[in-house]
């Protein structure tokens, strides 16, 4: 079975910056795209960032310029790099696997920024 996992979440102060883990294990066979998920609080779920097979990638408007997503696909690892942090950043991050009609989520990280 395939698992993620997030890691290095945690607290910051406004402005400053986090760099977010998501390990894959178990059998991959197709991965069409790899995502970075977040849910405040009282609010939805919303797609952050994204990256495909072929390495292209897609921002929400609100992180744009901020956040920098990529994988090292020897080490079965994405990331989700999170520079000039803001409150409203403050969320569950998760990240999803999609592969043909399934999609992956690991358990979310906590990412709590301070003003």
């Known amino acids: 079975q395939v698992q993620l996992v997030e890691s290095r979440g945690g607290l910051v102060q406004a402005g400053g910056s986090l760099r977010l883990s998501c390990a894959a294990s178990?059998?991959?066979?197709?991965?069409?795209?790899m995502d970075w998920y977040r849910q405040a609080p009282g609010k939805q779920r919303e797609l952050v960032a994204s990256?495909?097979?072929?390495?292209?990638?897609d921002y929400a408007d609100s992180v744009k310029g901020r956040f920098t997503i990529s994988r090292d696909n020897a080490k079965n690892t994405m990331y989700l790099q999170m520079n000039s942090l803001k409150p409203e950043d403050t969320a569950l991050y998760y990240c999803?696997?999609?592969?043909?009609?399934?999609?992956?989520w690991g358990q979310g990280t906590q990412v709590t920024v301070s003003s």
């Open positions: 178990g059998k991959i066979i197709i991965v069409n795209h």
């Open positions: 999803a696997l999609n592969s043909f009609l399934t999609t992956y």
């Open positions: 990256i495909t097979n072929a390495g292209s990638t």
